[in-house]
Nanobody, 122 residues
Framework: EVQLQAYGGGLVQPGGSLRLTCQASGFSLDGFDLGWFRQAPGKKREGVSYIKSSDGSTVSADSVKGRFTISRDNIKNTVYLQMNNLKPEDTATYYC???????????????WGKGTLVTVSS
């Protein structure tokens, strides 16, 4: 079965860190752009970061620049999101996605993982 499995969310205090992991199974991530998106309660889902398959370059939303880092390991068939200096406004369900081409402003079509909840609160 082709799927993405995201995990690593949890409750963290403001200023803390978490690393999200998205593991692919049933197919290879090689050749796909990979992205992280999030949806806060009552809000639309938004793009957070993505990493290109072509050259490994990354793009992040202004709200997370300097705090979040996306990376990929094609051998482990995994994409990560390292989140530092977390803020309450980062509270959301985070989703990973794979698509031949990803942008932050549109929803990928190919494959989504189930979300993992991140709660930033003291």
């Amino acid at each position: 079965e082709v799927q993405l499995q995201a995990y690593g969310g949890g409750l963290v205090q403001p200023g803390g860190s978490l690393r999200l992991t998205c593991q692919a199974s049933g197919f290879s991530l090689d050749g796909f752009d990979l992205g992280w998106f999030r949806q806060a309660p009552g809000k639309k889902r938004e793009g957070v970061s993505y990493i290109k398959s072509s050259d490994g370059s990354t793009v992040s939303a202004d709200s997370v620049k300097g705090r979040f880092t996306i990376s990929r390991d094609n051998i482990k068939n995994t994409v990560y999101l390292q989140m530092n200096n977390l803020k309450p406004e980062d509270t959301a369900t985070y989703y990973c996605a794979a698509d031949p081409r990803i942008t932050l402003s549109s929803e990928p079509d190919y494959l989504w993982g189930k979300g993992t909840l991140v709660t930033v609160s003291s």
